[in-house]
């Protein structure tokens, strides 16, 4: 095999020579998980980081975004768009963004809220006739399944679109789809997360899709709460929320994996929004039965000092470089966490 196919697939070569281009990768949403993401990538010489969006305005620029420079105009003005030269202000940044800068994936960081935008989000790139690959890591099954009605239009649009790519689902349910192989029949997966920020409004998302979870919560009065009424929320809570019987993604993409029906998948955690520290170790446990009659449970734990953002994050560009690879194969379409191994972005 020559030093080219040994090399990933998911890296550029242009024209004759062996020179790499660096994947070319957006960002749609500057929150929390926007910025981490922006951080993870200065570290990776396989991808830069070339635009962004959030809910006011876009910042491209071909040669690189750095992010020390992004991070602070948001925080002090509230939008990339404010960033000089390269930022405009607009309110509709992501079809403008899309329309003016050359991006091979984007990592959306988005809020779904709505339950329906970020199938809203992949349907503005079909109808722009953008081609690419698309990495989100969308938490609720109704979310997933919005886009798993979508597939045909992401294929005949030439868009590889990698769901529920971050931690969970994402990360740990691709564990548990590995975990998996051990057994003849699969009893259980149960999913428990611990998650510590320092402070809510790090993760205004996050938290509020983690109160529609809430016993009397829905989508629909998480979205629709206030700062201040998210914050007495806490308040009563002493910033902890205990989350039980999520309704996770991590079921369906499980399910269309083949490894068990959705009914034996289980998600729970415990979120900490005054505490970096982990309130309990993140894990994933599949209990299944071997072909010799045995019954044992495999645990996944992830290392308690890996953050939120770091295992949402590196999964979601390991997925968005396997989706490369796919896209350049010319395969398109809708794939989860649980059915394409990520690579590693180096
Ligand atoms: P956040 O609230 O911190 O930031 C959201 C960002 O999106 C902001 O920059 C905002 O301006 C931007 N935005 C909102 N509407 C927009 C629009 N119409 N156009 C352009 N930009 C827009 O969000 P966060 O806490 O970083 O969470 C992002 C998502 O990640 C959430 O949906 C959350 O559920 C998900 N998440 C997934 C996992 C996982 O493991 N799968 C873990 C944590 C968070």
């Not at 349907?123 to 990495?135: H, K």
């Not at 289980?266 to 505490?275: A, E, F, P, S």
């Amino acid at each position: 095999m020559s030093e080219k196919q040994l090399n990933s697939p998911a890296s550029f070569t242009t024209g004759n020579s062996l020179e790499k281009k660096p994947m070319r990768i957006g960002v749609l949403g500057f929150g929390g998980l926007g910025q981490a993401a922006t951080r993870v990538l200065a570290g990776k010489r396989e991808m830069i980081w070339v635009a962004a969006a959030d809910k006011k305005g876009y910042a491209h620029d071909p040669a690189g975004l750095n992010p020390d420079r992004c991070i602070p105009t948001y925080h002090s003005h509230g939008s990339l768009g404010y960033l000089e030269p390269t930022g405009t202000l607009s309110n509709r940044a992501i079809p403008d963004l899309i329309e003016k800068a050359s991006v091979d994936g984007y990592f959306l960081a988005l809020p779904n809220l709505p339950n329906t935008f970020m199938a809203s989000v992949a349907r503005q790139f079909i109808q722009s006739g953008w081609r690419g690959v698309l990495v989100d890591a969308v938490k609720r099954t109704s979310a997933v399944e919005q886009l798993l009605a979508m597939v045909d239009e992401l294929q005949a649009a030439g868009i590889t679109y990698m769901t529920g790519c971050g931690a969970t689902p994402g990360l740990l349910t691709a564990a548990a789809a590995i975990a998996a192989q051990s057994y003849a029949e699969i009893h259980s997966v149960k999913i428990t997360f611990g998650v510590g920020i320092a402070n809510w409004e790090a993760y205004r998302a996050t938290i509020r899709e983690d109160i529609a979870h809430l016993p009397g919560y829905d989508v629909q009065r998480a979205t629709s709460m206030s700062d201040a009424e998210v914050e007495a929320l806490l308040d009563r809570t002493n910033g902890i929320l205990t989350l039980e019987n999520m309704e996770h993604a991590d079921d369906v993409m499980l399910e269309l994996a083949g490894i068990c029906s959705r009914d034996r998948v289980t998600v729970g955690g415990v979120v900490d929004t005054r505490n970096p520290k982990k309130p309990l170790s993140t894990n994933v446990q599949v209990t299944g039965r071997t072909f010799e009659g045995k019954i044992s449970t495999h645990t996944f734990t992830l290392g308690d000092e890996t953050s939120m953002a770091a295992n949402v994050c590196g999964p979601a560009f390991g997925y968005l470089k396997a989706g490369v690879s796919l896209h350049q194969r010319g395969i398109y379409g809708l794939f989860t966490a649980a059915e394409v191994m990520p690579q590693f972005v180096k």
